[in-house]
């Protein structure tokens, strides 16, 4: 099993950015590919970005390409999301989630790990 926790986010202003970062328990933590998503208030949960196990290999939505940044290190057990070019409609609660094997998915289903979520609030 894997713990999660996420930290870094907050109050932002349009176009400022945020790190967000995802301590993740247990000594496995390599053998977990890793995914960030976010959910707004009335909104769906939905996918931010993921990364392989071995972080050889990177995945984003759409929207959040070259703006968002996932990466990790797994001698610290971190994963780490750096947003740029925040924009106002990027407030939700993020979640880190993890999911045992080298593949990534953009389906929450295939996560079964999750941390309890940071809030991000971008102002326009």
């Known amino acids: 099993q894997v713990q999660l926790v996420e930290s870094g986010g907050g109050l932002v202003q349009a176009g400022g950015s945020l790190r967000l970062s995802c301590a993740a328990s247990?000594?496995?933590?390599?053998?977990?590919?890793m995914g960030w998503f976010r959910q707004a208030p009335g909104k769906e949960r939905e996918f931010v970005a993921a990364?392989?196990?071995?972080?050889?290999?990177?995945y984003y939505a759409d929207s959040m390409k070259g703006r968002f940044t996932i990466s990790r290190d797994n001698a610290k057990n971190m994963v780490y999301l750096q947003m740029n070019s925040l924009k106002p409609e990027d407030t939700a609660v993020y979640y880190c989630?993890?999911?045992?094997?080298?593949?990534?998915?953009?389906?929450?289903?295939?996560?079964?790990?999750w941390g309890q979520g940071t809030q991000v609030t971008v102002s326009s």
């Open positions: 989630a993890a999911q045992l094997g080298p593949f990534v998915a953009v389906d929450t289903q295939r996560y079964a790990y």
């Open positions: 990364i392989r196990w071995s972080g050889g290999s990177t």
């Open positions: 247990g000594r496995t933590f390599s053998s977990y590919s």
